[in-house]
C-alpha cells in the first residue's frame, strides 16, 4: 500500500539522486503538518468539529432512518395481507 | 361480508401510527442528544457514559415484554383464547431479543470501560450473569413449546411455565444482584427513585429514551402479533375449521 503524501509541496516521485527513504517516518503525511491556511468550509467544517462526532450522528441516524423505513414497509405488508386473507375468507362464506 | 372480520381489534390503528409516528420522532432526538448532549466528565467511563442511553432501555424492555407475556399467558389460562397464547409467545420473544441486545450491550460496555486492557468479555458482573441465566429461563419457554405438537396442551403448560419464568424476573434482574458487589447502581437503594444519581443533563434524555424503547418493543411486538394471528386463521382455514372465534381453545367440556 502506498501511502501518498498529503502535502502540495512534497514531490510525487523520488527526484535523480534523491535517496530512497528508510524510515517509517519518511512516509508519514501527518495532517498536523498542513498550511492551515485554508481553513475548512462548509460541510467539511461542520462535520470535522468535535472530534467528529458529526460523522459517526450521521451514520447512526442512516441506519436509524434504513430500520424506521423498514418498520413502515412491514406495517404496509401486514395491512395488505390482513386484507388479502380477509376477503379470501369472506369468499368462502 | 364486512372485510376485516378476521383480523379485527387485534390493535387500534389509531394508537399505532400515533406511537410509531412518536418513537420514530423522540428516538430521532435521542440519537441526536445522546451523542452530541452534555454529559459529566467521569473517569473510566469517559464517554461511554451515553451508552445508559442505549444499555439500560433494553433491560426495561424486556422487563415490559416478561410482564405483558406473563398477563396473556393467564389470559389464556383463563379463557383459552388462542390469540392469548400468541401475544404470550411474541412478547417474550421480544423480551429475549432485548434481554439480548441488552447483554451484548453490557458486555461491550464492560470490556472498554471497567475491564480496559484485561480482555475480560464476561465478568461475572452478577447482574450480568443472572440476566443471563433469566434469558435462558425464557429460551426454555421456546424449547418447551417446540417440544408440544398439540396447540391446546401447548398453550396450556406454556402459560403454567410463564408464570413461573416471570416471578424469577424481579429476583434476577433486581433483587438478588442488589445484594451484591457489582457495577450496576441499585446496592446502595433504589437508582429509581435517587435524585442523585443521574445527572440533571442525562435525565431528559435518559427518561424519554426508556419510554422510546418500550414504545419501539411494542411496535415490533404488535407487527408479530399481527402476523401469528394471520398465520393461525390461515392454519385454521387448511383445516377446515370455523375461521372465526378466538375461542377455539376455550375448555372443551
Redesign the interface.
Given at each position: 500500500m502506498t501511502i501518498h503524501p498529503l502535502r502540495p509541496s512534497d514531490p510525487p516521485a523520488l527526484r535523480p539522486g534523491q535517496e530512497r527513504p528508510d524510515t517509517t517516518t519518511a512516509y508519514d503525511s501527518t495532517w498536523a503538518e498542513q498550511p492551515d491556511a485554508s481553513a475548512p468550509e462548509g460541510l467539511d467544517r461542520l462535520m470535522g468539529q468535535d472530534g467528529k462526532i458529526y460523522v459517526v450522528l450521521a451514520v447512526v441516524l442512516l441506519i436509524w432512518i434504513g430500520v424506521v423505513a423498514l418498520l413502515y414497509r412491514t406495517d404496509r405488508q401486514i395491512d395488505e395481507l390482513e386484507r388479502r386473507v380477509d376477503r379470501s375468507i369472506s369468499e368462502d362464506e | 361480508?364486512p372485510?376485516?372480520?378476521?383480523?379485527p381489534g387485534l390493535v387500534s390503528r389509531r394508537l399505532?401510527r400515533g406511537v410509531?409516528g412518536a418513537v420514530?420522532v423522540v428516538?430521532?432526538g435521542i440519537?441526536?442528544a445522546g451523542?452530541?448532549g452534555d454529559i459529566p466528565q467521569l473517569d473510566i467511563l469517559e464517554q461511554s457514559a451515553r451508552n445508559l442511553y442505549f444499555h439500560v432501555p433494553m433491560w426495561f424492555a424486556l422487563m415490559a415484554a416478561t410482564i405483558v407475556s406473563a398477563y396473556h399467558s393467564a389470559q389464556y389460562l383463563r379463557h383459552g383464547d388462542r390469540l392469548r397464547d400468541l401475544r404470550a409467545r411474541e412478547a417474550a420473544r421480544l423480551g429475549l431479543i432485548f434481554g439480548g441486545l441488552g447483554i451484548v450491550t453490557g458486555m461491550v460496555w464492560a470490556r472498554f470501560t471497567w475491564y480496559e486492557g484485561t480482555g475480560v468479555w464476561w465478568n461475572f458482573d452478577p447482574k450480568q450473569s443472572m440476566a443471563a441465566v433469566l434469558l435462558l429461563i425464557y429460551g426454555g419457554y421456546f424449547v418447551l413449546r417446540d417440544a408440544i405438537d398439540a396447540p391446546r396442551t401447548r398453550g396450556r403448560i406454556a402459560a403454567v411455565y410463564n408464570l413461573f419464568a416471570v416471578v424469577t424476573m424481579p429476583f434476577l434482574l433486581y433483587i438478588l444482584p442488589r445484594q451484591m458487589p457489582s457495577l450496576h447502581p441499585g446496592g446502595e437503594g433504589s437508582p429509581a427513585f435517587s435524585q442523585t444519581d443521574l445527572a440533571p443533563a442525562m435525565r431528559w434524555v435518559f427518561y424519554p429514551s426508556v419510554l422510546a424503547f418500550l414504545g419501539l418493543c411494542w411496535?415490533?411486538y404488535t407487527?408479530r402479533v399481527?402476523?401469528a394471528w394471520?398465520r393461525e386463521?390461515?392454519r385454521r382455514?387448511a383445516l377446515g375449521q370455523p375461521?372465526d372465534g378466538r375461542g377455539l381453545d376455550r375448555r372443551a367440556s
Open positions: - | 361480508m372485510s376485516h372480520v378476521q383480523t399505532y410509531r420514530v428516538l430521532t440519537l441526536v451523542l452530541l411496535l415490533l407487527q399481527r402476523l394471520l386463521v390461515l382455514k375461521p
